[in-house]
């Protein structure tokens, strides 16, 4: 084999070769490794550049922890993926993975030379350094931030992968498959409860994976997991998800989970999503987190080569991978005895096991002193020498004397384990501060969870099982699960390995007062004089240290960081660790794709989108398309050529010369019945209705409590008891639900019935001089004459002997009518309709000369022309307030004295000196343009227009006192000059209002 | 995602059917018209927003469309009970609420 530090196959298929490369060069790995165990059987550990200083980094862990083996994955032009943690990405034949933030190599990187600029990049550099002046900030600083402190390049084209999502309903959701986890969804699931049991890891068994001297059931601990999960894989009330992270707890034992899919696939099938995300609403949740090794925080701590104790030993047991030719190791606790043992036992150097304790106990120990490694209580490493990998490492007495030097090529080092309480804190749990042990266990829970194993702080593997096994049985029995008498499940379990509490924070050298580089955050390269120096500097909460230094803020979250970082801040606080905090854990535990969040709401399937029955028609005569909330509505009908202009001109003249036919589908519809439905519109709206006859309409306005206009439309009395209401595009929903809320809680006495009939009618309406004479021969029952149905007015009939509501109503200012025909007749009737129009010359128009013709006769539009801080009064429709009337919604807020302020803003009309400029909507109005800066803005545009049919530009404006200030001279500023503006009546065209019956 | 419990339909149901309401129990005045500008600001503007139990109207929008009442606990986000419009404000000093939370589940199948 050619892979160097290979000693064994491990666990690994060793029949199946997998090539792979890193910055382009070539190696082989095994099937079952992962990008890291592959890299290290090579003997590569330097994989990266740290985030500010570009310090050569290398393997820390061998899971979800790591904080430095950041890689890109590129498996084609697309599928650029970045931040990818080289210790979960399995390995696959023709894997590709590249270095990040190095330039212009791993090896020789100019970046680098932050390193000797530390002091600059020291904690809250950020703020203090970059703060003035405030355009060097856009132009200088951060591209040269970007550039120099970074991660991997997000992709520049879009995810071609697609992504599902399942709901699921569980009694039991076990989160975490090792030893405590998989005797928890065993002794559930012994009972007939519905289990879920997801583990991160393509094969469950957590630690056992390097844990060698674990025996449960009389097997191996590793061989006992695996036959577990096989077990429980074939139970029909079992659901195991390996390759899925529990990432966030929500509430009310909600859990998120994603499965990764074809991440570990050679040549993924493109049908196969590539990722699941699983909403999960578990019953009774069982935490199984494990927990996570903590490094030493020493001088020169994060040279390649110096991991995590746990990880050596799981590269060498699960790998078969030595992480160096000659190792020494680092602790402050018992567990990583073992890993020197193991590697001493499999014929790898150990050059020593230095240990912080004065005097170290316990059967590892002796061990390892048996076998004839050095071991050096009471010793601290205190420095390491070498440029891309640590070659040497100085080792000193902690209390005094000579230091001394040793050659490694690795070191391991712990200084204790952190239970893995991320989801037991997002569950809202209360975590409490174990003085003895100094860790944060789960305290109070306020979901309906329990913790079991290493994230609860049971340190012994018999322990954690025994523990495990009464979890799960009490689960399966509280979720109501638990059906007969069902067999306890009871597991033997025992292992030689204990873990303590070790230590938390700076080890010796690096001390307050010492400059060394003793990383506490690697990936933000945060050392233990940043978190000092923010104190000093006046943080006195964790949470503001976190910020000011951003340790714990990296994608990694500081799962290795956080305790060191707050015992750090404790000490210099002179504060117990509970009183300074701990920073809030919040979802994800480790990054989730936006494609996994998304799911298949992309694209197309976004939201819905809805169409006009004459939608179809409307395309085949090439209209263009605008959206309008939802809705796709035709913009204009561009014929031969014609750019937009040209044809909402040509639709314009059309409309007043002849006749124009548009879709009005999209105007909310309510139908309001019942014998106190005029009563009930009274209140609703600021217009009397009691008095409005039958087969009349009424322009209304509905306001809001407060006074300001929150919908408009016309609405026609069909009967004493029934009305037909309309809305604006897309405002039916919440005026339906503001009129349901008044109707059902506080006018609940009133007989009244609401019903959305925006889906039930297509509304075709037919505007212009011939309007009458297109619609006269479809038409039956209806007397179309001047005298029996005038402006504003409602009739039923027949029309192309489809039931009818027509509606004799302009939004045009022309003779108009809008026909209501159930939608399945909507496009035979318009077809009618216009085959009719054609005899007369009239055109189709869009929603744009729909604006234009509003606007030319001063018709507002809620939403455009008012923004809900606008009165009836400031649109000028005082005249819709039925004077008499002694409630409505809004009454008593249009009495508040702002709401009658003379200098409020009114909508007026605007005419530009120069007919041929269109003002910009939005655009800000001044009295005066050759004041200085900030100006005082007066007002602004609100709809702005070329007018064929006044042949000039016209506009509307929202103008602080605009009545009163007609005929004067107002400034529009722009980039170029300032737009010269009159102020006029907003009635542009037809001011008489004759055209209605022309 | 909560769960809600419908007092209409009688069934827990999940968030995504449901839209908030703003606060419970703010009756509109009766004679609003004639109300001073302190008693339209007591009713129009201000809001509790506790910490800890507050009254709050939800409605089961994608479902029977019924405004209804509930008491949840703004720190746990914990739905204490549920119950229909027009009905007095529950007294839940005395009833604690692991009682009350019960009795809001009250008609929901097992
Ligand atoms: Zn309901």
Redesign the interface.
């Known amino acids: 084999m050619i892979q160097p530090f290979r000693l064994t196959t491990g666990r690994l298929d060793a029949a199946e070769i997998l090539r792979f490369t890193f910055d382009g060069k070539s190696y082989t790995g095994l099937a079952g490794d992962t990008l890291a165990s592959a890299l290290l059987a090579n003997g590569v550990h330097l994989v990266g550049r740290s985030f500010k200083y570009h310090r050569p980094r290398g393997i820390l862990s061998a899971g979800a922890e790591e904080p430095n083996a950041l890689v890109g994955i590129h498996r084609d032009a697309a599928r650029k993926t970045p931040n990818v943690r080289a210790t979960v990405q399995e390995l696959y034949d023709g894997l590709a993975a590249v270095s990040q933030n190095r330039w212009p190599s791993l090896g020789f990187d100019v970046g680098g030379l932050n390193n000797l600029g530390a002091p600059f990049f020291s904690a809250g550099f950020y703020y203090k350094t970059f703060m003035w002046p405030r355009t060097a900030w856009e132009r200088l600083y951060e591209p040269i931030i970007r550039r120099a402190a970074g991660l991997g390049t997000a992709p520049d084209r879009p995810d071609p992968d697609h992504y599902s999502n399942r709901f699921a309903h569980c009694d039991v959701l076990v989160v975490g498959g090792g030893a405590a986890g998989l005797a928890a969804a065993l002794a559930a699931s012994e009972t007939g409860a519905r289990v879920i049991l997801a583990d991160e890891q393509a094969v469950p068994g957590g630690g056992l994976r390097f844990e060698t001297g674990a025996v449960i059931d009389g097997k191996p601990g590793w061989e006992w997991a695996q036959e577990t999960a096989a077990k429980l894989a074939a139970r029909d009330n079992v659901r195991l998800l390996t390759r899925t992270t529990g990432f966030g707890y929500y509430a009310q034992n909600m859990l998120g989970l994603v499965e990764r899919l074809t991440d570990h696939l050679s040549a993924p099938d493109v049908d196969q999503p590539r990722e699941r995300l699983w909403q999960v609403r578990a019953k009774r949740v069982v935490l199984a987190t494990g927990a996570i090794e903590r490094h030493m925080v020493f001088p020169g701590n994060d040279r390649p080569g110096i991991m995590l104790a746990s990880a050596a030993r799981a590269y060498l047991n699960h790998f078969g991978v030595a992480v160096g030719s000659k190792v020494a190791v680092y602790t402050a606790d018992d567990s990583a005895y073992a890993t020197a043992v193991d590697l001493k036992k499999r014929g790898v150097e150990v050059a020593a096991v230095i240990d912080l304790r004065p005097t170290p106990r316990g059967p590892h120990v002796e061990e390892s002193r048996e076998l004839g490694i050095e071991v050096l209580a009471g010793h601290a490493v205190v420095g390491t020498t070498g440029r891309l990998r640590v070659r040497r490492i100085e080792v000193a007495p902690v209390y005094g004397g000579a230091s001394r030097q040793i050659e490694a090529d690795a070191l391991a080092t712990s200084s204790g384990w952190t239970p893995a309480v991320h989801l037991f804190s997002q569950s809202r749990g209360k975590l409490a501060f174990d003085e003895e042990t100094r860790r944060f266990l789960p305290g109070q829970y306020v979901q309906d969870a329990l913790s079991v194993g290493a994230c609860n702080g049971t340190a012994s593997l018999t322990d954690a099982v025994e523990e495990a096994l009464r979890a799960g049985a009490k689960a399966a029995k509280e979720a109501g699960a638990a059906k007969g008498r069902s067999k306890t499940v009871k597991l033997d379990a025992r292992s030689p390995e204990a873990w303590s509490a070790g230590m938390a924070g700076a080890a010796p050298g690096a001390e307050a007062g010492k400059k060394a580089m003793a990383f506490v955050d690697f990936q933000n390269d945060v050392t233990a004089k940043d978190i000092r120096q923010a104190v000093q500097e006046g943080m006195r909460s964790i949470e503001h240290v976190k910020r000011f230094t951003t340790a714990g803020m990296a994608t990694d979250q500081g799962k290795t960081s956080n305790l060191h970082a707050l015992t750090i801040a404790s000490e210099m606080l002179g504060k117990p660790v509970p009183k300074v905090g701990l920073t809030t854990f919040r979802p994800p535990y480790t990054p989730v794709t936006f494609g996994a969040l998304v799911g298949h709401s992309r694209g197309a399937l976004f939201e819905p989108t809805r169409r006009t029955p004459t939608h179809a028609w409307a395309e085949a005569q090439g209209a263009v398309f605008e959206d309008v909330g939802q809705w796709k509505r035709a913009w204009y009908f561009p014929q031969g050529g014609e750019d937009m202009h040209a044809a909402v001109a040509r639709e314009c003249l059309t409309v007043r010369h002849s006749a124009g036919i548009f879709d009005a589908s999209t105007l909310g519809k309510i139908e309001i019945v019942g014998p106190d439905a005029a009563r009930f519109m009274e209140l609703m709206y600021t217009n009397p209705w009691q008095k409005l006859g039958i087969g009349r309409c009424r322009y209304g306005i509905m306001l809001r409590e407060d006074g300001f206009i929150y919908d408009d439309g016309v609405v026609g009395r069909l009967a004493e008891d029934r009305f037909h209401v309309t809305t604006t595009t897309g405002g039916a929903p919440r005026v339906l639900h503001h009129m349901e809320d008044y109707l059902q809680t506080e006018f609940p006495d009133l007989k009244v019935w609401l019903t959305s009939t925006s889906e039930q009618w297509a509304t075709i309406a037919v505007q212009g001089p011939k309007s009458r004479d297109i619609i006269a021969p479809l038409v039956e029952g209806i007397d179309l004459s001047d005298e029996a149905m005038p402006h504003m007015s409602v009739r039923e009939g027949r029309v192309c002997g489809v039931p009818a509501r027509l509606f004799r109503i302009s939004f045009t200012g022309e003779r108009g009518f809008e026909i209501n025909v159930p939608a399945d007749y909507g496009l035979s009737v318009w077809e009618a309709v216009w085959a009719e129009g054609q005899k007369h010359g009239a055109c189709a128009y869009g929603t744009e000369t729909m604006h234009v013709l509003r606007a030319e006769k001063g018709f507002i539009i809620v939403g455009q022309d008012t923004d809900g801080t606008v009165t009836p009064d400031d649109a000028g429709l005082a005249w819709a307030i039925g004077r008499k009337k002694t409630d409505f919604v809004g009454i008593r807020g249009l009495e508040r004295p702002d709401l009658k302020a003379p200098e409020r803003r009114q909508l007026v009309g605007l005419k530009t000196s120069d007919p041929k400029t269109v003002l910009e909507e939005g655009a800000q109005i001044v009295a005066d343009p050759n004041q200085p800066v900030p100006m005082k803005m007066i007002g602004f545009v609100t709809s702005s227009y070329w007018s064929e049919n006044c042949g000039r530009s016209i506009a509307l404006a929202l103008v602080e006192g605009g009545r009163e200030r007609m005929g004067e001279r107002l400034y529009v500023p722009m980039p170029e000059d300032a737009i010269e503006v009159e102020v006029v009546p907003m009635v542009f065209f037809d001011e008489k209002g004759e055209r209605t019956n022309g | 995602?909560?769960?809600i419990h419908c007092p209409y339909c009688e069934e827990e149901r999940p968030e995504l059917e449901f839209?908030h309401?703003g606060e419970a129990h703010i009756?509109?005045p009766e004679n609003?018209?004639e109300?001073s500008?302190e008693e339209?600001q007591r009713y129009?503007f201000i809001r509790a927003n506790p910490k800890g139990v507050t009254f709050e109207?939800w409605?089961h929008?994608h479902g029977c469309?019924?405004?209804f009442n509930a008491a949840r606990d703004t720190v746990?986000?914990?739905f204490l009970m549920t119950y229909m419009?027009?009905e007095p404000k529950p007294d839940l000093g005395k009833a604690g609420g692991g009682a009350v939370r019960s009795a809001s589940r009250k008609g929901t199948p097992?």
């Open positions: 995602m909560l769960l839209r309401a009756a509109r609003i018209a109300i500008d339209f129009f109207r409605r929008m469309g019924r405004f746990s986000d914990r419009a027009g097992a």
